[in-house]
Each structure stands twice: as C-alpha cells, then as structure tokens.
T-cell receptor, first 111, second 115 residues
C-alpha cells in the first residue's frame, strides 16, 4: 500500500461544478502539499498545510491530522482547471525535506 | 524574479550516451531538489542539494546517476550510459529553506527520451 493515496484517479466535471479531490496518508506528517501539473507542463505548488484550512481564490484545501486526510476543493470549476492534482507529504518521522507523492488525480473540466 | 529554470526541456539520447540536465534555482534559493516522474507513476524524490553539498541522495540509483550544485552556476543532474528505463520527466525544485517552510517552486521539467 502506498503511503499516500489519492481518490479519485480520474475525474470529469462540467464547467461550474464543485470539485473535491481526496488524499489519505498512512504516516505521521509535518506538512502536506497540494500541487498542480498541466499536461506536458511544469508543476505549481498550490498549498502547504499543517493544520486546518487554506483558501486561494476558488481553491480550498483542508486537512484533518487525526484522520490523516486532506481534501482539495475547487468551486465553480472552469476548463482551465483541467490538470493533474498531486498530494505530497513530509513525513514527520524522517527528514523535513523529503516529499512522498501520491499518483495524482487527473481532472478534466468540460465547457 | 525568474522562476526555476530547467534545460533542456526535451532531450533525446541513444542507449549508452550521457544526459546532463540543468537547473537554475530561483534567485536567493540555496536549496535544490530533484525528482523523477516515470511514465504512469508518481513523482519520486531523488536528491537534495545545497550549495556545494549533497545533503541526501538516497533516492538516486546507485550507479550512473550523479548530481551537483556548485558554488557558481546551475545544479546538474548527470546520467551516464543511459538506458531505456531512464526515460522520464525530471523535475527540479528550489526553496529558500526546506519544503516545510512552505515555499517550494518547481521548474517546467526536462523530458528525457532514450532510444
């Protein structure tokens, strides 16, 4: 079992829909990152969380440390949100720099 | 302030050749990380460097792979005698501190194809 599991693997939505992507992890962590990767493109760090909730524009990220679970929400989704969303954790038992990544969730938003 | 610059963006090599991938971190960043993304797989940590020092190379294959971050110039990931299994996207990221500080910036990646 991977240390970081994301669901769903693939998600298709209509423009305007509310999107939720989930990330579960099996180890104690010091922080969790949500990343965005466009096809063939680079990677952008969206959030880093160690507790609670953060919001940037239409993106909201939450984390529940006790349940070892984080969610990324996109409100009023748009075709330009189509990308792979990747969850990555920093293991609190190890180094504070070595990220462990989920396999990503491919989001397609249709107009 | 330019972002993390990686070059080349695409590189084609024949088996047995050498591949050199370069990464210029953001200005003021002294921490560089390399990650590999194999087809249909997630990203994997390879190596963490600070200026002139390799801090952790536990994710690097034991042979043929090496990395450096000299006092002057970009960080280099070098793959000697490439094999088809080295075909992947290689991403570099930089930060002013460790990723725990929150500021982590990635490059566009270098996509290596081994024929």
């Amino acid at each position: 079992k991977n240390e970081v599991e994301q669901s769903p693997q693939n998600l298709t939505a209509q423009e305007g829909e509310f999107i939720t992507i989930n990330c579960s992890y099996s180890v104690g962590i010091s922080a969790l990152h949500w990343l965005q990767q466009h096809p063939g493109g680079g990677i952008v760090s969206l959030f880093m969380l160690s507790s609670g909730k953060k919001k940037h524009g239409r993106l909201i990220a939450t984390i529940n440390i006790q349940e070892k679970h984080s969610s990324l929400h996109i409100t009023a989704s748009h075709p330009r949100d189509s990308a792979v969303y990747i969850c990555a954790v920093l293991n609190s038992g190890g180094s504070n720099y070595k990220l462990t990544f989920g396999k990503g969730t491919l989001l397609t938003v249709n107009p | 302030n330019a972002g993390v610059m990686q070059n080349p963006r695409h590189l084609v090599r024949r088996r047995g050749q050498e591949a050199r991938l370069r990464c210029s971190p953001m200005k003021g960043h002294s921490h560089v990380y390399w990650y590999r993304q194999l087809p249909e797989e997630g990203l994997k940590f390879m190596v963490y460097l600070q200026k002139e020092n390799i801090i952790d190379e536990s994710g690097m294959p034991k042979e043929r792979f090496s990395a450096e971050f000299p006092k002057e110039g970009p960080s280099i990931l070098r793959i000697q005698q490439v094999v088809r299994g080295d075909s992947a996207a290689y991403f570099c990221a930089s930060s002013p501190g460790t990723p725990y500080t929150g500021e982590l910036f990635f490059g566009e990646g270098s996509r290596l194809t081994v024929l």
